[in-house]
């Protein structure tokens, strides 16, 4: 059975962190998350000045997953664990806070300093209620790791961060099914992707113009996807350029989803611990150098 656009979410602009520019389609009015996925962040695409980028200085989270996926630009990350890298375009950070985290997410030296273009995507992913308190993990992956794929026709192309498409798996483990897929649609371009009957599931449009499940769906513009095991993704031939989105999803957890800022946790009193934690230094210090 195909999946239909059940409800169509516009991306909000809002500033993030020490004050970057993201558009955001989840959360939204009326829709706290979508079982798994609990926050899309598009940052930018922003061209900054020299001496204008803007990033998140150091801050903690527990409770779930960030997964960055960077297209133009550079960050810079270090963590309370030791952990420090840069994500240039294409690659992907997939970060497990679990127990948690400190850490700070800012644009290169080389952004700082000379300005330049910055797009990417942060995506918060839930942790079942059993693997809330887990040990952090990181998987960093080089943009030439992320495994792609083209249709036979040459219209489609996918870049599998999560998940499978057109015959390719992702690298990446997950803890529990995900799904996170960047798709590129020349016009013309046909798809029928298969996705399991048990995920949650929705597609981000950020360029171009898509049409899913016989729906139009713009730039911009959030499909949340019902009920089925495939999904009918298509480009119109008279689009004047590619279309790119998002296929994400996940099998829904089920449970209590209490957040305050950057914890997400099952109960208050989970919530109270992380806020004590915190301040009591438990969740670490990034150490400089
Ligand atoms: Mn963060």
Redesign the pocket.
Known sequence: MHRTIKQVIQARRQTE?GGFQVRRPLPAPGVRYIDPILMIDEMGPVDYLPGEAIG?PD?P?RGFE?VTYMLAGEFE?RDSAGHAGRLQPGDVQW?T?GRGVM???MPSARIMEEGGRVHGF?IWINLPSRLKMTEPRYQEVAASQIPEAVSKDGLARVRVIAGEALGVSARIDTHTPIIYQHWMLQPGATVDQPLAADCNALLYVFSGELVAAGKPLLDGEMGVLGQGDRVNLSVPETAPATTQLLLLGGVPLGEPVLQHG?FVMNTRQEIDQAIQDYQQGRMGAIRQG
């Open positions: 962190g998140a801050h989270h960030t990350h970060m806070a850490h700070s997410e942060q950057p």
